[in-house]
């Protein structure tokens, strides 16, 4: 028989979690395209560009790890070899 509550238990967190992971790797394709176009003005010498393209580069590659780190999570959690006692 079907257990409807764990069904829908595993559909929502499984919305829940893409939804999460699509907007983290926009955010972070977002701040990477802000750094970039901060680069002329890094080599012309402004200061306040050089800070703005490190935080923006250094917040994207945050959320691309965030984003690498749920995948390989998923990947762990979907095959069963790694839950296979030795």
């Known amino acids: 028989m079907i257990e409807w509550n764990n ?3 595993v ?7 893409s939804t ?3 907007a983290v ?3 972070g394709m977002r701040w ?3 750094a970039r176009h901060l680069v002329p003005a890094v080599k012309k010498g ?3 560009a050089v800070r703005a393209e490190v935080l923006n580069r250094a917040g994207a590659y945050i959320m691309f790890t965030i ?3 749920g995948l390989v999570y998923g990947i762990y959690l979907i095959v069963p070899y790694f839950h296979l006692d030795k």
Not at 11 to 17: E, I, P, T, W
């Open 67 to 69: 984003c690498a780190t």
């Open 20 to 22: 999460f992971l699509v």
């Open 7 to 9: 069904l829908l238990l």
């Open 32 to 34: 990477l395209t802000n």
């Open 11 to 17: 559909a929502v967190v499984s919305v829940v979690a």
């Open 25 to 27: 790797f926009s955010l």
């Open 46 to 48: 402004k200061t306040k």
